[in-house]
């Protein structure tokens, strides 16, 4: 549980890092690119615009695929989308960029919190989510910072820096999905196919059955035993 809770705050931690580290950007966008009061508008609003979009179909897709699919879905395109909006170098380039990272955190957030959800205990849900949000909130600090350092850098090392350490999350996320997906198949495949019934004994279909069946059979009376009614035995007459 610690791990999967660290996993949900790094994806959490890097989102929202991202998401705040475009403000101290803009000055550098304006002199590189000409971008203009209405143009920043836009690309402030592409990334929430992304992330509204994708919301319904992050949620479909965890039902369907999975929340570890989902959030390596959403994890590979965060990378993808953080190199290209660290090299883009036009406008529309970075508008589409942020539109999609949007996109990648929908996914990201949904897939991570409902992994997290599914896996904690009932009454620790409250205090796990809770500190996921921490994370989130620390992220959102940090990301002026690496605005910052990516305006004296140059956006391709910041956040080329950036992507590596989603694909490094992605690959955790993949490798618990590998993990889970041989599990369950070795476990089928010990459980239910011919060399289980072959090597052990035949499965029951009900799992209980063999323990009915040893109940019915102590209950059952012995061949030759005599039978006893319910009522008191009259020794009056011996």
Do not use: C
Not at 109 to 114: K, V
Not at 166 to 181: G, R
């Amino acid at each position: 549980m610690r791990r999967l809770l660290l996993l949900t705050s790094a994806i959490v931690l890097v989102d929202t890092m991202f998401f705040a580290a475009l403000t101290p950007l803009l000055p550098h966008y304006v002199d590189e690119l000409g971008l203009g009061k209405a143009g920043a508008g836009v690309l402030q609003a592409m990334y929430p615009l992304g992330a509204l979009v994708a919301g319904i179909p992050s949620g479909i897709a965890a039902a369907r695929l999975g929340v570890k699919r989902t959030v390596l879905i959403g994890l590979s395109l965060l990378t993808l989308t953080t190199v290209a909006f660290g090299l883009a170098d036009s406008v529309w380039a970075l508008d589409l960029a942020r539109f999609l990272q949007g996109v990648s955190s929908a996914f990201s957030w949904t897939g991570a919190l409902a992994w997290l959800v599914a896996a904690a205990p009932a009454g620790r849900r409250g205090r796990l989510i809770g500190s996921a949000f921490g994370a989130a909130i620390v992220g959102a600090l940090f990301g002026p910072v690496l605005g910052a350092v990516a305006s004296f850098t140059g956006p391709g090392v910041a956040f080329g820096a950036v992507a590596g350490v989603a694909l490094v999350l992605a690959a955790v996320a993949a490798f618990s999905l590998v993990a889970s997906i041989i599990g369950l198949w070795a476990a089928n495949t010990t459980l239910n196919t011919d060399r289980w019934v072959a090597t052990v004994a035949p499965l029951p279909r009900d799992p209980g059955a063999k323990e009915k069946g040893a109940w019915a059979e102590a209950q059952a009376p012995r061949v030759g035993a005599p039978l006893r009614s319910g009522a008191p035995e009259d020794t009056s007459k011996v």
